[in-house]
T-cell receptor, first 111, second 114 residues
């Protein structure tokens, strides 16, 4: 079993839809949770960063962490074609240097 | 925000030659830098972790003699692929970590060995 599970998709939705992406994990020591967006042939860019449980909102993006269920989510409201990319969840434990990544979900927003 | 510059973005080399990839943190000092390899439609695979002034720690299965990592300063790390072969062709990405900015990634280097 992988430490972090993420459905690779692909996921295709119409423009304007609400997109829900999620990851599950097995390591209860994870405290830092991140979502990265990666366009084709580019490096990942940080979208959202959350420490421990709770919600965080930034514009059209909302990140949720439920540590009791070991489940994290990223919601994208009013999705745009420019949101088409691969979304990677990543997490790390307190004091750990390394990030553990999910497999990434390929998302396409259709105009 | 934090910026990590990675060069070159794309390189083609002949089999048997060596290639060096640079990773620079432009506006912050990176206590730790990471090197990843990414295959098409797959996630990032950590190759090694390097702390400034010390030897890199390689992940299991990564040949340290083939993938030489140097982290000579708090703003520069290099990855040298030695005696490259076609199977080394891949997308290589660096990441720099700072206590304030967390993890910032470079834009990646596409290596093609012919």
């Amino acid at each position: 079993q992988k430490e972090v599970e993420q459905d690779p998709g692909p996921l295709s939705v119409p423009e304007g839809a609400i997109v829900s992406l999620n990851c599950t994990y097995s390591n209860s020591a994870f405290q830092y949770f991140m979502w990265y967006r990666q366009y084709s042939r580019k490096g990942p860019e940080l979208l959202m960063y959350t420490y421990s449980s709770g919600n965080k909102e930034d514009g059209r993006f909302t990140a949720q962490v439920d540590k009791s269920s070991k489940y994290i989510s990223l919601f994208i409201r009013d999705s745009q074609p420019s949101d088409s990319a691969t979304y990677l969840c990543a997490m790390s434990a307190e004091g750990a240097q390394k990030l553990v990544f999910g497999q990434g979900t390929r998302l396409t927003i259709n105009p | 925000g934090a910026v990590v510059s990675q060069h070159p973005s794309r390189v083609i080399c002949k089999s048997g030659t060596s290639v060096k990839i640079e990773c620079r943190s432009l506006d912050f000092q990176a206590t730790t830098m990471f090197w990843y390899r990414q295959f098409p439609k797959q996630s990032l695979m950590l190759m090694a972790t390097s702390n400034e002034g010390s030897k890199a720690t390689y992940e299991q299965g990564v040949e340290k003699d083939k993938f030489l990592i140097n982290h000579a300063s708090l703003t520069l790390s290099t990855l040298t692929v030695t005696s490259a072969h076609p199977e080394d062709s891949s997308f290589y990405i660096c990441s720099a970590r700072d206590r304030w900015y967390g993890y910032t990634f470079g834009s990646g280097t596409r290596l093609t060995v012919v």
